[in-house]
């Protein structure tokens, strides 16, 4: 069993930045770790992805601007938001795969960019 810890979440102004983090707890191989975020009325869609051993994919609304990055020694993983957006409010989700196949989400941090 795996339990994912999010934090980082709040309240920021446009142009503003924010770090989320991701802790996955439990003795087990984690393969990819990623961020998804969900807007009000909308559906959840990946923001960003990363392997064990560092390839990264980003969706088109947020490259250049998002970076994810991990720490394996810890099983945690964060995303490094930068010049936000007011549509970039939504609540994300931290997601994990294991090395097994399952797959585990966040309970969700909601981040709020103002204009």
């Known amino acids: 069993q795996v339990q994912l810890v999010e934090s980082g979440g709040g309240l920021v102004q446009a142009g503003g930045s924010l770090r989320l983090s991701c802790a996955a707890s439990?003795?087990?191989?984690?393969?990819?770790m990623g961020w998804s975020r969900q807007a009000p009325g909308k559906q959840r869609v990946l923001v960003a992805a990363?392997?064990?051993?560092?390839?990264?994919n980003y969706a088109e609304s947020v490259k250049g601007r998002f970076t994810i990055s991990r720490d394996n020694a810890k099983n945690t993983v964060y995303l490094q938001m930068n010049s936000l957006k007011p549509e970039d409010t939504a609540v994300y989700y931290c997601?994990?795969?294991?090395?097994?196949?399952?797959?585990?989400w966040g309970q969700g941090t909601q981040v709020t960019v103002s204009s």
């Open positions: 997601n994990v795969r294991t090395a097994y196949g399952s797959a585990y």
């Open positions: 439990g003795s087990i191989l984690i393969d990819a």
């Open positions: 990363i392997t064990r051993g560092g390839s990264t």
